[in-house]
């Protein structure tokens, strides 16, 4: 939606009144750390824009908010200008915001730039509180792989379980051979770094979206990748061979670090009912060496999860991951507080 070619350096105004943005913020990976321009007043609102890093030879030379008349609250204007000599192709996602950055929904995008030309590039919204827009140019998203969009399709047509759909009864049975991954409010998810961390109140099975060097904490990732999603599942005891739980819809016990909508920036504690079934194959659980670096590797595990989140809280959709995992790292994260929880082995 919103693709337009323009020859030469005629400028054409492209407009697209979008909604909100899904498939295309489903993209992989997350934009690298890019150029940001200063927030401009433009008479009614105000218009930010960020360019990720690995957006090449396309600015924005202008920018503009304003009350247009008719049924739209706001229209947003950039002025998108090509530097090379091929065409180019870019990916625009913004999120409606009012005076005290409360989100009003977003839109998204793709436009084909012509070799050394412009074009405009513009949306709108219905939202009388909006009063800011933020854009981030984006390189456009690769195709979803095809476990992303069969996910949606069962979604769409409605699949209840088995694995690739939410369910109130989540069963080791239906754990598909995959690694784990699902739907987050609606977008794929896919658990890219998987760990085992003995925290204060027990050990904890973190499953993140991002894939990130286990010794550094998924908080120390946020910092940079504050759109981070993560699944934390509290577990009674330390693990083992051999570990079956399985439990339907209750509160307590989990909690979905998760984007509140596709295109936002950030995250939410999500704390909802959630059902578990997971299943501990193999635990190889070494204790911390005091002698031995603060943050340390003591051990691998593996197994399988199905877990489900249930709608109840803002437009948050159900949601659900289900895989299997090998080898997923167990980590201290400095000694473990207290001893005695982390100290006990079964044999």
Not at 226 to 248: K, S, W
Request: charged fraction near 20%.
């Amino acid at each position: 939606m919103g693709d337009r070619h323009i020859p030469g350096n005629c400028a054409r105004r492209i407009g697209t009144f979008l909604l909100a943005g899904l498939l295309s913020a489903c993209g992989e990976g997350d934009p690298a750390p890019g150029r940001t321009s200063a927030q401009a007043p433009t008479g009614d609102g105000s218009v930010e824009v960020r360019v990720a890093g690995d957006v090449r030879n396309i600015e924005v030379v202008r920018q503009s908010l304003r009350r247009p008349a008719g049924s739209h609250a706001a229209e947003v204007s950039l002025v998108l200008r090509n530097s090379a000599v091929t065409k180019q192709t870019v990916r625009l996602q913004g999120d409606w915001l009012d005076g005290a950055g409360r989100n009003y929904g977003g839109f998204s995008s793709t436009y084909h730039v012509p070799a050394t030309g412009e074009i405009v590039a513009t949306s709108a919204t219905r939202t009388r509180a909006v009063s800011r827009v933020r854009v981030r140019l984006m390189a456009p998203a690769q195709e979803l792989p095809a476990w992303a969009e069969g996910l949606l399709a069962a979604s769409t047509a409605g699949a209840v379980g088995g694995g690739v759909a939410f369910t109130e009864t989540p069963s080791l049975a239906e754990v598909p051979a995959w690694e784990p991954r699902g739907l987050a409010n609606g977008v794929p998810f896919e658990a890219r770094t998987i760990l085992f961390v003995p925290e204060s109140t027990g050990w904890q099975l973190q499953l993140v979206d991002v894939a990130f060097d286990p010794l550094a904490t998924v908080l120390s990732v946020r910092e940079s990748h504050p759109d981070v999603q993560t699944v934390y599942i509290n577990l009674p005891e330390e693990p083992y061979a051999g570990m079956r739980i399985e439990h339907g819809l209750d509160f307590g016990g989990a909690m979905f670090q998760i984007r509140p909508q596709p295109t936002a920036e950030t995250t939410t504690s999500w704390n909802t009912r959630f059902a578990l079934a997971l299943e501990i194959s193999d635990w190889q659980r070494k204790p911390w060496q005091p002698d031995g670096e603060t943050y340390q590797i003591g051990g691998r595990a593996s197994g399988r999860v199905y877990i489900v989140f249930a709608a109840g809280m803002g437009d948050i959709r159900n949601s659900f991951v289900a895989g299997e995992f090998a080898d997923a790292p167990i980590v201290y994260y400095g000694p473990p507080r207290p001893p005695s929880e982390v100290e006990s082995h079964r044999e």
